[in-house]
T-cell receptor, first 114, second 110 residues
Framework: DAGITQSPRYKITETGRQVTLMCHQTWSHSYMFWYRQDLGHGLRLIYYSAAADITDKGEVPDGYVVSRSKTENFPLTLESATRSQTSVYFC?????????????FGPGTRLLVL | GIQVEQSPPDLILQEGANSTLRCNFSDSVNNLQWFHQNPWGQLINLFYIPSGTKQNGRLSATTVATERYSLLYISSSQTTDSGVYFCAVFFYNQGGKLIFGQGTELSVKP
C-alpha cells in the first residue's frame, strides 16, 4: 500500500534541459496537486487537477506543464529548466468530493538546476 | 490581500512541556489543515479542521472560523514532535489554492 509516491527523489539538471517529475497515487483520489517549497515563500501551488484530462493553474504555473491521462498519475514537466526552478517539489492528492478536502502529500523531489 | 499568519515563528521546548501554536487567517475559509513537516521533509497531515475542535492523542486543534483563527495544542511534547508546523487554508474566493502559512519551527530538547 504505497499511497502517494514521487520519482525521482533527487535530481540535478542543467539550465535549458527538460525535466519530468513523476507522481503516482494508489488511492484513486480525484484531485491531485503540485506544490513547490522555497525558503522565504513557503509552499505554493503550481498546478492542480480535478480528474483525468482536467487541469488548472495554481499560483506559480509559469515554466511548468502538467498532464493527467490517468487518474493515478500526474507528471510535472519543466520544459526548459531555469535556476529559479531549483526547489523541493511536492505532489499531493485529495480524497474528498470537493477540492478543499484533506490533502495528503508525497515525500517530495529535491531538484537542483545548475 | 489574502493572508495566513502563524505564530510564533519558532519555539524551543523541553521534553514534556506543552505548547500552543496559532494560525490567523484573513477571510472566510472552506478548509483549514494543520501539517507537520518532519526533519526529513515529509509533510504529514495532522488535522482537517474548518471549524470546531478535534483531538488525536497528544495533539488537538481548535478552529474558531467566525474569529478567523486556529490553534494547535501539543501536550507532553516529545523529541519526535520537532519539525515545522504549517497551517494551510482554502479561501472561498481563491479557487484551487491551498494557501500555507510560513510555519512554526518547533525544537524539542531531551
Amino acid at each position: 500500500d504505497a499511497g502517494i509516491t514521487q520519482s525521482p527523489r533527487y535530481k540535478i539538471t542543467e539550465t535549458g534541459r527538460q525535466v519530468t517529475l513523476m507522481c503516482h497515487q494508489t488511492w484513486s483520489h480525484s484531485y491531485m496537486f503540485w506544490y513547490r517549497q522555497d525558503l522565504g515563500h513557503g509552499l505554493r501551488l503550481i498546478y492542480y487537477s480535478a480528474a483525468a484530462d482536467i487541469t488548472d493553474k495554481g499560483e506559480v504555473p509559469d515554466g511548468y506543464v502538467v498532464s493527467r491521462s490517468k487518474t493515478e498519475n500526474f507528471p510535472l514537466t519543466l520544459e526548459s529548466a531555469t535556476r529559479s526552478q531549483t526547489s523541493v517539489y511536492f505532489c499531493a492528492s485529495s480524497d474528498g468530493g470537493a477540492i478543499w478536502e484533506t490533502q495528503y502529500f508525497g515525500p517530495g523531489t529535491r531538484l537542483l538546476v545548475l | 490581500g489574502i493572508q495566513v499568519e502563524q505564530s510564533p515563528p519558532d519555539l524551543i521546548l523541553q521534553e514534556g512541556a506543552n505548547s500552543t501554536l496559532r494560525c490567523n487567517f484573513s477571510d472566510s475559509v472552506n478548509n483549514l489543515q494543520w501539517f507537520h513537516q518532519n526533519p526529513w521533509g515529509q509533510l504529514i497531515n495532522l488535522f482537517y479542521i474548518p471549524s470546531g475542535t478535534k483531538q488525536n492523542g497528544r495533539l488537538s486543534a481548535t478552529t474558531v472560523a467566525t474569529e478567523r483563527y486556529s490553534l494547535l495544542y501539543i501536550s507532553s511534547s516529545q523529541t519526535t514532535d520537532s519539525g515545522v508546523y504549517f497551517c494551510a487554508v482554502f479561501f472561498y474566493n481563491q479557487g484551487g489554492k491551498l494557501i500555507f502559512g510560513q510555519g512554526t519551527e518547533l525544537s524539542v530538547k531531551p
